[in-house]
Each structure stands twice: as structure tokens, then as C-alpha cells.
């Protein structure tokens, strides 16, 4: 069994990540977030958003809407330029993405295919409610471009003055002909995106600066760091109007993937919107009072991606001895579900579990733990290895005697006793 397989089957079992509509038999690209899963995707947002916006003079948030105007995926050269070339198995008829086909069918093994067909990926849906009358509109193919269509609100309503930052956790849906590998390549997805407006002369230097920021990033997420890369696009596989492009790839089971890009996009979004939409989207620099269109330094991410990657970064399976092996996740402590466990040692014992629950009240104020009283704690450690809680607390007869519990270390497995009153200031 592979990593990939390892991690698909620990995902289900402990509630991270579950097949949409199983009951069902599923429906191919789409995913849920299950009770831990949830909570690990809210804090790697948390984690990105605390990174990218609170801790930035210079960059500010907006929330798009995933349907907009249909005229903006005309602007953005979506509806015309944005498919898949796909081949068809003439023995199987198994669709599969050209940039995927090595030389023989992964299905049957057969090696003959139809021509390459181009398939876009936007899905359509419609506005309105008076058939005949309905406006054909389009789900988000990218979470960015409400950023473009906001830019010019953004500069009014705030004092942020260029070069400056918007930045956006949102939906986005491909309709993707050949979804796969859990949550890498799925129909419904999230970005996060930050397009960096920029006066021409600067463009360079902020290129490098957001690329030397985003791989910092991802150094402090993951722990294996030879698995990380910075990998230069071909020039000839750039966008017409791009310059440069970089991807962070992490390696995953099936080689190198592609976490995040930062694109040199120059002026080609706000001067499309501009030529589309007949509204002026030029920045008046209130010093020098020159205007300008600003060129656009654009970091944008996969959330579900990267959530994969960090499951395969943190993935471990470590021999005990005696036949007995321990199943952990590893994975960064500001991301895991909970940061810590509290057992009582046994359910039976009144005075214990009323402790128990006083050590979770007076956490729980203000971190996020969980109650685990199931089973034995050997059982319980387990489990709590599994989701990659950092610290299992277990109140004990001890506790009753000298208000002392037992703090476990996930990675370490080593224990200490530490007074109930101490315990906030070590979990933090």
C-alpha cells in the first residue's frame, strides 16, 4: 500500500476527509471535510490569513462571491482559452488528460487513442427564475478575479496606498474530466489568492520578494524540507502575458506537486476589466500624481492541495518493537485538529472524571481541546496519534492528591507531571 492509499484510508477512518455522497456511490471531484478534517482546514486558513493579512501593514482582505457577472470570464479569457485536451481510449474509452498520458492507457494498457479534444472547464448555471429569462452565468473557474473586479472599491474605501496587497480564501470549481488522488485535482476547491499591485519600475524586486516569502512559508509548514522545491515555469509554457512564473511543489507519492504559483501577471487583468467593463481601473499616485495601470505580482495556492501535502508530510508509521507499530501524524501543531487530549484515567471513578471535566472547562475558554474517554489510554493514545493531537493530558489518583496531570508529548511519547494551574502556559 502506498502513501497515498495509507493516507486516503487513515483520512476516512478518523474523520478527515470523506467521499461526497458515498451513500450514493459518490460523485467523482468532490470531497468532505469530516469532524477532524474540519478543524484542521479551518486553522490552516487561520494559519495563511495570519501570515499573508494580520501580520501585514500592507495587505488587506475582501470575501468574493463565487458566481459574478458573465462578462468577467470573457474579460479574463476564460470562457475562450480555459480547457483540457483530452484523449479518448479507443479499448476501454477511458478519458484522459493529455498532459497525464504517458504512453499507454493507466486503465487497459492499450495504446491507441482518439484525437485530442479541448473541453472547458468553467461550469455554467444560470440567474433568474422566469424561463426564457435566466442569464447564463459561470461558477468561479478562479477565487482571484473578484479581487480584479474589487480593486478599484478597495483603493477608495481604504488608505492603502500602492505597493499593496488584496488577498482572498474562497471557492473555485473546474470541471475537471479527469478528477483524482483525493483532494489534489477535485471539481470544487478552495484558493488562497493575493494579488500585489505594483508600479511598473518595482515589479522585479517584488516578484522576488513574494517568491522568497511564499517558500518561507511553506519551509515553516512542513517538516520535510527536501520534499520542497521552486520549480521556473518554461518560458514556453507561460501565459502570453506573463514574464515569469514559479510553482512550490512538495514531491507526493506521484512525484512533484504543485502547491502554489507566483505569476508575474503584469497590467493584463486590470487593463481587460478596464477594456470590458468601460470603467477606468488606472491608480493616481496621490504624491507624484502619476497615473497608471499597476502591474500585478499574484501568489495563489491550492488550500485543499496543501492540506493533502501536509498529510503526507506528516505521516508516520514508527516500529514500537514487539511486533507493535504506532501510526502518528506529525503535522504542525497550529494545524492539528486539537491541541490537546483530556482523559480522565478511568470512566468509573466519579471524583477523577469531575476533575477531568474542570481541566477541559478551564481549557476549553480559550483552546481548542477534545474529551476522549473511550476505551483504555493506550487505545485513546492511539487514536489521538492518528488525528496528530500534540498533547494528551490524563487526570489521575495523583491529580486528586497534589492538582498535578500527566502531559504526554506526541512526537516524543514522553510524559511529565505538570500542575493544572501551569497548563495553559505550556499548551501556548
Partial sequence: MDLLQKVT?????????????????????????????????NNLKKYWWKNMVDRRENVVGIDGTIITHPKVWEASGHVENFGDKVVECKTCHKRINVDELKKNCPNCGNSEFTEARSYNLLFQTEVGVIEGEKQKAYLRGEACQTIYLDFKNVVDSTRQQIPFGIAQIGKAFRNEVTPGRLTFRSREFEQWDMQFFVHPDEMEKWFKYWMDERMDFYKGLYRKHENLRLEQHPKDKLAFYAKDAYDIEYKAPWGWAENEGVHWRGDYD????????????????????????????????????????????????????????????KIHKDIAAYKAAVFPLVGNKEEIVGKAREVFNM??????????????????????????????????????ENGSVTVRDRDSMKQRRVKIEDLKEILN
Fill in 363 to 400: 481549557l476549553s475558554e480559550d483552546i481548542k481541546v477534545v474529551w476522549d474517554s473511550r476505551g483504555n489510554i493506550g487505545k485513546r493514545y492511539r487514536y489521538q496519534d492518528e488525528i496528530g493531537t500534540p498533547y494528551c493530558i490524563t487526570v489521575d489518583y495523583e491529580t486528586l
Fill in 9 to 41: 484510508a487513515l483520512a476516512k477512518r478518523r474523520g478527515i476527509i470523506f467521499p461526497n455522497s458515498e451513500i450514493y456511490g459518490g460523485i467523482a471531484g468532490f470531497y468532505d471535510y469530516g469532524p477532524v478534517g474540519v478543524e484542521m482546514k
Fill in 270 to 329: 486590470l487593463t481587460q476589466h478596464s477594456t470590458f467593463s468601460g470603467k477606468d481601473l488606472s491608480y493616481m499616485d496621490p504624491k507624484s500624481k502619476e497615473r497608471y495601470i499597476p502591474w500585478i505580482v499574484e501568489t495563489s495556492g491550492g488550500v485543499d492541495r496543501t492540506f493533502l501535502m501536509l498529510l503526507f508530510d506528516a505521516y508516520e508509521e514508527e516500529d514500537l518493537g514487539d511486533g507493535k507499530t504506532r501510526t502518528v501524524l
